[in-house]
């Protein structure tokens, strides 16, 4: 793992925040989960396997730090770990099969069912939901699934001519 894959990581996760705090709700007030999303995207780039753990943990610090859900700090971290984890997994595995655009959106809506599921079912386990897993998991974390299946790609492509001229981006498919 190279510093400077380190540093872009760590931008992308700054850039997610600062998208997140900016952005008004979309629908119903939903937001996309921008650090989530730009987490996808660092690893679409760089494609390190080494960057899995301390990449997850940071956006889930990130994610817990900036939480409105009572009693959501751990449950962030949590979710976020397993996240990056299964977002890795898949990258490592469809990378070489898919368009890379089709394995962003893949990975951002698969990436954020994770996410929900796993957040959700630690919120369940250590401090209660305010409302039942399937009312919650069907009206919020569905709908930013299908958001950041289509997010996920748009900032992707953003990303790339910028991080292909650090020479982070060379390694992957990248096909329009």
Do not use: C, W
């Amino acid at each position: 793992m190279k510093v400077k894959e380190m540093a872009v990581t760590a931008l992308f996760l700054a850039l997610g925040l600062i998208l997140h705090q900016i952005t008004v709700g979309l629908l119903a007030g939903m937001k996309p989960d921008f650090v989530i999303t730009m987490l996808f995207v660092s690893f679409l780039i760089i494609r390190n396997a080494r960057l899995t753990l301390p990449a997850g943990l940071a956006a889930g610090i990130i994610a817990a730090l900036t939480t409105s859900m009572p009693g959501g700090q751990l449950p962030n971290i949590i979710d976020k770990l397993i996240t990056a984890a299964v977002a890795m997994g898949l990258i490592k595995l469809l990378g070489g099969r898919l368009n890379s655009y089709l394995l962003a959106g893949l990975v951002g809506f698969l990436g954020t069912i994770v996410s929900g599921l796993a957040f959700l079912t630690a919120v369940a386990f250590i401090v209660g939901l305010p409302a039942p897993f399937m009312a919650l998991f069907v009206t919020v974390v569905v709908p930013t699934a299908v958001i950041n299946a289509f997010l996920t790609p748009f900032l992707y492509g953003l990303a790339l001519a910028p991080a292909r001229s650090l020479g982070l981006a060379g390694r992957a498919k990248h096909s329009a």
